[in-house]
Structures are given as structure tokens and as C-alpha cells.
């Protein structure tokens, strides 16, 4: 069993204490037996007068039969493969059942209950309240968590307050004790509410705080100013042989403004698919070769990054920025007319700072990849890759600066937003279609 509770990361009463249900099952209502109706969800009440178990004829499952009793009428309650129960249970035993009232050929009856016995204090755990269910693992049941839960509950006094009192005050938190309480075994009305909304509170808040933190470390960082070329990026935009939408220029200059401080951008780019976000990217990456630094682009897929080195190839064609492509099986540079290169060859060329832009998969946070002055990364669809994988990216420049940071997303899931939204990452948008563009089709194959 404690093999099977480390699985599930309790190692300790305080994991128990803070292990939350992710639902709760409603037996709130303890109903007399006469008032019972199919299809209803309740908890009822009685005395236990027959209890047996036999061998069905189907499947030769083991099948537990019970009759309840309460003032009002009988209830029969049938378990499937769970002979132990006839052990535990004694006719005359006060029991209380919750679970799914369903109509047989007996009348109505209980399958597979959840069952307790009736305490002298009447307080009930698994049945005649709102239910806690939690994430479990094979070997451990719902009971044997709440059971554990509850005991450790008792300890609840011990947990330190670590908000302060003034923020319990002012929001009409419940202390740390009485919310634990609240959150595995709810009373229900305000007191709940309270509860609940204090672990909200405390989510959010900490989510604050570590961005807050990751935000301050990133400013402590120095990186490499890159200075926006004005000439060279009109001359740039004027002949993309389109004319960028206001939400595409806007974002541009949001980039470029942050890449000329000497603290590391770290800002998200978001649009939908055709919105331009590549050429934004690309603005970025022109004046970044201008100032004579490099750029790195992680894509997640081999044919994204084989797209985004046609479209640079293309669009750089004429300006003298070299352009590499590596991924797991190709490595090559746009002026060697987009023929293989040997990988070895083009590794000495990115760390000798001799390739402009480096476009590439996993492949390029490998440890034989490195950057002269690396002073753009940027990652594409940003949620397609771990934590530790866009740090990587980060340090791979060997004059030791961190380099500017770009991440770009056509799917905004709620991490990208929440990391924009509670400021590790400044938020850039485009809304706006660029003229002509044809509608997007997504089909499923």
C-alpha cells in the first residue's frame, strides 16, 4: 500500500492534507425508502436484516445480495465480486448506502453502494454528503483515501498559516485548518465558499510570485542590445511584395523596441494560422543579422522548419544573411544553392558566427550545437516543447549573454496566456488577416 500512496506523491500526512479531490459525488440527500425513485442519487438509512452472497449463473461472478430496512419500506442492494463485504457486514448492523436507486425485476434496488456503518456521532466519511473523489491508482480505493485523508485532517492544526491575517480578513478566507476541512469534506453554503476560494486566491497568488521572481532573474540578465536599422527594415518590408497589416507592424516594433535594451526580451507572439507571424519573426531576425549577431529558430516538426527556411531563403534572397537549416537528417546553408552540407562543417560555421540564422528541430538544443553571439531564439508553437528544452535554447550562445526571446503560438491553450497574462512573457497579438489571405481549412484524416 505505501508503494501505491508514493505513486501518487503521498508520502506524509501533509501530502494527504494537500492532495484535493477533483470532483465530488452529491449523496447529500437522505431520503426514506418509501420516497426513493429511480435514477436518483442518494443516501439512505436502515438496519441491515439479510446479507449473503452466492455464485451467479452468468460469468460465475460473485454477487452479494443485502436488505435494508427503515421505517418506511426495504431496499435491496447487490454487490458484484466483492465477497468481503458479507464479512464486514452483520444482520442488525446500522448502514448507511450511497449510490444510484435503479429498477429491477425485484423492484427497486442499489448496485455496487458505497457503504458505512452509522457512527454513534453520526458523522459519515463515504456517504450522506458531498463526496470527495480523487485522482487514484490501481490497489487504492476511494474509502481507503478518504479514510486516510480524514485521519490526517485531524492534524490540520499543525499546518502553518502563511498567509497573513490581513489577507484573511480583508477577503473572508477561511484559516488554513478549517479550509483543508472545507475542501476534502465540504458542509456546504459560505463555509465552502470561503474555503475554496482561498486555494483559488493562493494559486494564483504564487503563480504571481514565481513569474515575478523568473521575471526579475531575466531582467538581471544582460543580453545583446540589437539596434533597430531603420533604413535597411523599410527596405526590408517594401520588398515583401505585400503590404503588412497594422497588427503585423505593431508587433514588429513592439519586438524590435524590447531587443535594443540590454536586458533579454522574452515576449510571446500570438495569431492565428496566416495571420504573418513569420514575417514579423523574420523583421526581427533581418535586424538582428544587421547589428551582426546571430538567430536561432525551434520549430517542432521537420517540415515546419524545412517551411521556415523556404520562406527565409526567399525572402532574404539578395541581402547577404546566411540561413542554415538542421534537423535530424539534414544540415545546409541557403548559399551553397540549398545543397547538404556536412553536419560537422556546418556546426564549426554556427560557432564561429558565421551562419546568420540557424533554423532547426530538437536537433538544434543538442550539445555539440553552439552560437558565436547568439542574440534572437525563438520557438514555434511554444507549448509544443518543455521547459527545459526552450532553456536550452537560451544558453547557447558562448559569449555568455542570454539572447533576446521569441515565442510564437497559433494556439493560444491557457499556459501561453496564463505566462503572458501573469508577466513572464510580454504579450504581442495579431488579429487582423492580411489582405487576399485565403481562408484557413483544417481537415481530420
Not at 470561503?194 to 486566491?201: K, T, W
Not at 535530424?328 to 556536412?342: H, L
Not at 518543455?386 to 539572447?403: F, H, I, M, T
Request: glycine share 6%; net charge positive.
Amino acid at each position: 500500500m505505501l508503494k501505491k500512496l508514493s505513486s501518487l506523491g503521498l508520502r506524509s500526512a501533509q501530502d494527504l492534507l494537500f492532495y484535493f479531490p477533483f470532483r465530488y459525488d452529491d449523496f447529500s440527500h437522505i431520503v426514506p425508502i418509501n420516497q426513493l425513485q429511480s435514477e436518483s442519487r442518494v443516501t439512505v438509512r436502515g438496519r441491515l436484516q439479510l446479507i449473503a452472497h452466492k455464485r451467479g449463473s452468468f460469468q460465475r461472478r460473485l454477487i452479494t445480495e443485502a436488505m435494508l430496512a427503515d421505517n418506511t419500506g426495504q431496499l435491496r442492494a447487490v454487490w458484484f465480486n466483492q465477497p468481503y463485504i458479507a464479512k464486514v457486514l452483520q444482520v442488525g448492523d446500522k448502514l448507511s448506502l450511497a449510490g444510484k436507486v435503479e429498477l429491477s425485476r425485484f423492484g427497486l434496488q442499489m448496485v455496487n453502494p458505497t457503504f458505512e456503518k452509522v457512527k454513534v456521532d453520526g458523522v459519515s466519511v463515504h456517504t450522506g454528503r458531498l463526496v470527495p473523489i480523487y485522482p487514484t491508482t490501481a490497489g487504492v480505493t476511494q474509502k481507503q483515501l478518504r479514510f486516510l485523508i480524514s485521519k490526517a485532517l485531524l492534524a490540520a492544526s499543525q499546518c502553518e498559516e502563511w498567509l497573513s491575517q490581513d489577507i484573511i480578513r480583508v477577503n473572508n478566507f477561511s484559516t488554513l485548518p478549517v479550509a483543508l476541512q472545507e475542501i476534502h469534506f465540504p458542509s456546504g453554503g459560505v463555509k465552502s465558499d470561503h474555503a475554496r476560494e482561498r486555494f483559488q486566491f493562493e494559486e494564483l497568488f504564487l503563480i504571481q510570485l514565481k513569474n515575478e521572481l523568473a521575471r526579475r532573474e531575466w531582467r538581471g540578465c544582460s543580453a545583446l542590445p540589437v539596434i533597430f536599422q531603420e533604413k535597411e527594415t523599410k527596405d526590408f518590408v517594401a520588398g515583401l511584395g505585400f503590404t503588412m497589416t497594422d497588427d503585423q507592424r505593431r508587433s514588429a516594433w513592439e519586438i524590435l523596441k524590447d531587443m535594443s535594451g540590454n536586458q533579454p526580451m522574452n515576449r510571446l507572439l500570438n495569431g492565428d494560422v496566416g495571420s504573418g507571424k513569420t514575417v514579423v519573426a523574420l523583421t526581427a531576425i533581418y535586424n538582428t543579422t544587421l547589428n551582426h549577431f546571430q538567430s536561432a529558430w525551434l520549430a517542432p516538426t521537420e517540415i515546419l522548419a524545412q517551411q521556415h527556411f523556404a520562406t527565409a531563403c526567399s525572402l532574404f534572397d539578395g541581402r547577404g544573411v546566411r540561413v542554415g537549416l538542421l534537423t535530424g537528417s539534414v544540415a545546409k546553408i541557403n548559399d551553397k544553392e540549398n545543397e547538404d552540407c556536412p553536419k560537422k562543417k556546418f556546426l564549426s560555421e554556427a560557432v564561429a558566427g558565421k551562419i546568420d540564422l540557424v533554423i532547426g528541430t530538437h536537433a538544434l538544443i543538442g550539445d555539440k550545437v553552439h552560437f558565436s553571439n547568439l542574440a534572437l531564439a525563438i520557438v514555434d508553437e511554444q507549448h509544443r516543447f518543455g521547459v527545459e528544452q526552450r532553456r536550452l535554447l537560451r544558453v547557447k550562445s558562448a559569449n555568455g549573454s542570454v539572447p533576446h526571446f521569441l515565442s510564437m503560438t497559433a494556439t493560444p491553450i491557457p499556459r501561453s496566456y496564463s505566462l503572458a497574462l501573469f508577466g513572464d512573457l510580454d504579450l504581442s497579438l495579431i488579429k487582423q488577416m492580411p489582405v487576399g489571405r485565403r481562408k484557413i481549412i483544417t481537415r481530420l484524416v
